[in-house]
Nanobody, 127 residues
Framework: QVQLVESGGGLVQAGGSLRLSCPAS????????MGWFRQAPGKEREFVTS????????YYADSVKGRFTISRDVTKNTVYLQMNNLQPEDTAVYYC????????????????????WGQGTQVSVSS
């Protein structure tokens, strides 16, 4: 009933930038937070960043601080991920997620904290 569709992935050289978008559609729900996770080949899915929908408070993995920025457009029900200075280690499938659960900040960094997931978009960074 809630659909999340990521877009904006692609292939870039190291140092380049991409912006991912994730609009939410379908059934209206009380959104608490939205976030981004990523999964590289042979690795587990990991937290990238999240944003509280109402307050705009953001959380970032240490690996992307200073390079990635999460934002949201409330009128468009869309969350964005601006990725700058991309590095080969950023290569992964990036997943958009949303949750109505009012959980503590630590749980916003876990997959179990989210109710809805997109199908992912590939980001590839060459050296």
């Amino acid at each position: 009933q809630v659909q999340l569709v990521e877009s904006g992935g692609g292939l870039v050289q190291a140092g380049g930038s991409l912006r991912l978008s994730c609009p939410a559609s379908g059934r209206t729900f009380n959104r608490y937070a939205m976030g981004w996770f990523r999964q590289a080949p042979g690795k587990e899915r990991e937290f990238v960043t999240s944003i509280r929908w109402t307050t705009g408070v953001t959380y970032y993995a240490d690996s992307v601080k200073g390079r990635f920025t999460i934002s949201r457009d409330v009128t468009k029900n869309t969350v964005y991920l601006q990725m700058n200075n991309l590095q080969p280690e950023d290569t992964a499938v990036y997943y958009c997620a949303a949750t109505a659960l009012r959980i503590q900040p630590a749980d916003l960094r876990t997959m179990g904290g989210y109710d809805y997931w997109g199908q992912g978009t590939q980001v590839s960074v060459s050296s």
